[in-house]
């Protein structure tokens, strides 16, 4: 605008120099000079004149322009204002400070005053009074960064009504970061609430139901935890009298295993002091007898009764050798073993490879007779189960024990199922053997599998006192 006015002021200027130069030079000598002149001042006025033209046509386009934006904003603030009046949600802006400077008309309905009522006020006295002070700590969370802030409060209508809505606050701010204007759009939410606070209710309703089964479960199975207690207290207590049962049991039949060795001991010593000697006394006195007789008398009912003594004197001492084998109490184990393994193949065909590591071995006699007794019962299983004649016996010193294996290569069994058999199926029974070694402080391990032959290794500890006798 002010480029123009200057063309125009220059046009007239130079207009005026034209005319002035044409009347001057009218009394002046020299016209023709001065009419060069002339037409050079209208030529640059048509020229200035030109521009002027085009600068004129520019500025009334900028005039339209300016009168199509206007137009243009005009009716995007109608359109904008028919937005706002037509939203079903309220629609408030207000300053920092909390004044209103413009509401919708759903906003002016909900609380049942005018525009004019509310513009140039503040919000706050619409709002329940307990929940002004949690919003007012939400929009100071408003920031550049984080320029919008949902907040969910009450406010009185115009009817007096307490109902939920929900504000979406959006903050605007200007280049130096400061809030100039911030608007809320809110919607009623009071049904949401109300069905939120119903459920609420239900849950806490369930909650207290399932906390009441919870606690009569807690109950019950704190009783039935107690009862499994007292239970599992009373199990034990009755398994703690068992294994003392089995114990006494155990060691009664340990105590009546070592009476039984005195009493083989005894009637050993009987068989041998009475009965023999009385078989050999009666031998002797058939022999005196029948050297009296005459010759060719009774010579055959002679020899038969001198046979069945003999015989029966063998058979005393036989029995006597089982018992309690002299053997055993003047030479030692090892000794009583082997000969126990000559009467077994000459009686039974068992063939025993015995071994010996030579070094003493001090053994207490009834350690000795305990010992003999189990491995004669092993090898009298071997011969009844086994299904093999073949036995190594090996009888070893070791870190202060005595050590015997006795391993054969028979068909093995189920250790798991043997173990436990009664005495009438397998002697003394496996278990009552392990028992009985575990009573002199030894230990017996028995390793087989079926089809493997067995492996059977007594341990038990020396007697380093001296004392080996009763």
């Not at 949600?89 to 919708?104: C, K, L, M, S």
Request: one cysteine or more.
């Amino acid at each position: 605008m002010s480029k123009n006015k200057t063309s125009v002021k220059k046009v007239d200027h130079l207009r005026k120099m034209a005319e002035k130069k044409i009347f001057s030079d009218s009394a002046v000598p020299g016209f023709l000079t001065s009419e060069f002149d002339t037409m050079h001042l209208m030529s640059q006025l048509q020229l200035h004149q030109i521009e002027l033209g085009v600068q004129n046509e520019e500025m009334q386009r900028t005039i339209s322009d300016l009168k199509r934006t206007k137009l243009a904003l005009i009716e995007s603030e109608k359109r904008y204002r028919a937005v706002i009046e037509d939203q079903t949600e309220t629609i408030a802006r207000y300053q920092p400070d909390g004044t209103v400077t413009f509401v919708n008309e759903v906003y002016c309905r909900l609380f049942g005053k005018s525009s004019a009522d509310l513009v140039g006020k503040g919000w706050q006295p619409v709002v329940y009074p307990e929940d002004i002070p949690v919003v007012i700590a939400e929009l100071n969370k408003m920031s550049v960064g984080n320029p919008v802030v949902v907040i969910e409060n009450r406010v009185y209508t115009a009817t007096g009504e307490l109902r939920w809505m929900q504000f979406v606050n959006r903050g605007f701010f200007d280049d130096h970061g400061r809030l100039i204007e911030t608007q809320a759009v809110g919607r009623d939410i009071s049904e949401r609430k109300a069905l939120e606070e119903t459920l609420k209710e239900r849950e806490q309703n369930v909650l207290t139901i399932l906390e009441g089964q919870v606690l009569e479960r807690t109950i019950s199975l704190t009783q039935s935890n107690q009862r499994l207690h007292d239970e599992i207290v009373e199990r034990k207590q009755v398994e703690e009298q068992l294994r003392n049962h089995q114990q006494k049991l155990q060691s009664m039949s340990n105590s009546l295993s070592m009476i039984e060795a005195r009493e083989r001991d005894r009637i050993a010593e009987e068989l041998h002091d009475q009965v023999g000697q009385r078989l050999i006394l009666g031998k002797i006195k058939l022999d005196s007898l029948a050297s009296l007789l005459p010759p060719n008398q009774f010579n055959n009912e002679v020899e038969v009764l001198n046979d069945l003594l003999e015989q029966s004197v063998q058979d005393i001492r036989s029995l006597i050798f089982q018992l309690r084998p002299p053997i055993l109490a003047s030479v030692g184990l090892e000794a009583a073993v082997q000969w126990l393994g000559e009467e077994l193949k000459e009686e039974y065909g068992l063939q025993i490879e015995f071994s010996d590591d030579n070094n003493p071995k001090p053994l207490k006699y009834e350690v000795r007779s305990a010992v003999f007794q189990v491995i004669r019962e092993l090898l009298i299983n071997v011969r009844k189960h086994a299904g093999t004649k073949h036995v190594k016996i090996m009888i070893k010193r070791e870190t202060g024990q005595m050590v015997a294996n006795i391993e054969d290569n028979g068909i093995g069994f189920d250790r798991s199922i043997v173990l436990h058999k009664s005495s009438k199926e397998c002697g003394f029974g496996l278990f009552s053997v392990e028992q009985k070694i575990d009573y002199l402080g030894g230990e017996l391990v028995i390793d087989t599998a079926p089809g493997q032959g067995t492996r059977v290794t007594i341990k038990v500890p020396l007697d380093e006192s001296g004392d080996q006798h009763w």
